[in-house]
């Protein structure tokens, strides 16, 4: 039984009946429940010895905990609460936790210590992988030419250019890939750093029509990208002939 964290929080309150009731839970869950609340509060002290396994890793800034065969990841603000780590707590091990700020700062510390240190998130592989397919399904201009810049004027499509062997991505792409895996942009260079040609993102601004158009982009390194992918199938549009394409 997975408890939601709004439905957790009500453990601390004693509220079982109806309240669980009305939310759908049966007479079994509600059972459980009480049976949580009845066992004693726990301290990270009972936890500790649990720890079966800790890895941080270096691109994301994230660390996977696995305590009695269950895996928790902790990021960001986890580090600073426990809140999270009580409700995970509760709801797959089915303890109730207690755990003072001060007491959560040393266990954290305890996990940084004794943790595994890998360099590859195994949540973040398929980040590279989603970029080429993205390259692949929209346009790349060889230049900041007036096709190019009509694209990012009208904020509506993407395009990216490649020049003098060096990609300029607009961050809204890499963003998207990051949405839809899942991870914390926070830790976007991180997982960018070993394709990239410049350690943070640029802003292009470039003359258009009677305007100028202006576009964050993160600057990746074909070559660092192409040793570590395939981009056979990515293509190159030659600016003012969109009917020809040339291979990157």
């Not at 700020?101 to 210590?113: G, H, I, P, S």
């Not at 963003?175 to 914390?184: D, T």
Request: aromatic share 8%; proline share 4%.
């Amino acid at each position: 039984m997975n408890l939601a964290t709004e439905d957790v929080a009500l453990l601390s309150k004693g509220m079982i009946s109806p309240i669980f009731k009305n939310l759908g839970y049966s007479d079994e869950d509600i059972a459980k429940i009480k049976h949580i609340l009845e066992k004693p509060v726990v301290t990270l002290d009972a936890i500790i010895p649990k720890v079966n396994d800790v890895r941080i890793y270096y691109e994301t800034n994230e660390m996977d905990v696995t305590i009695d065969g269950h895996t928790v990841r902790l990021k960001g603000k986890d580090f600073l609460s426990p809140l999270n780590f009580e409700i995970w707590a509760a709801s797959v091990l089915h303890v109730p936790l207690d755990v003072p700020r001060e007491d959560w700062k040393a266990f954290v510390q305890y996990l940084v210590t004794n943790a595994k240190h890998e360099k590859e998130d195994p949540l973040s592989p398929n980040a590279f992988d989603e970029i080429v397919k993205k390259l692949k399904m929209i346009n790349i201009y060889n230049d900041f030419c007036d096709s190019l810049l009509e694209t990012w004027d009208d904020g509506l499509r993407e395009a990216v250019v490649f020049k003098d062997n060096k990609l300029y991505v607009p961050a809204s792409i890499i963003e998207s890939v990051v949405k839809k895996l899942e991870i914390s942009r926070k830790s976007i260079r991180d997982i960018l750093s070993p394709v990239l040609a410049e350690p943070a993102t640029t802003v292009i601004t470039r003359k258009y029509m009677e305007s100028k158009v202006t576009k964050r982009v993160w600057i990746i390194d074909w070559k660092k990208l192409s040793d570590i992918r395939d981009v056979s199938g990515i293509r190159i549009r030659e600016c003012g002939k969109n009917d020809v394409q040339v291979e990157g």
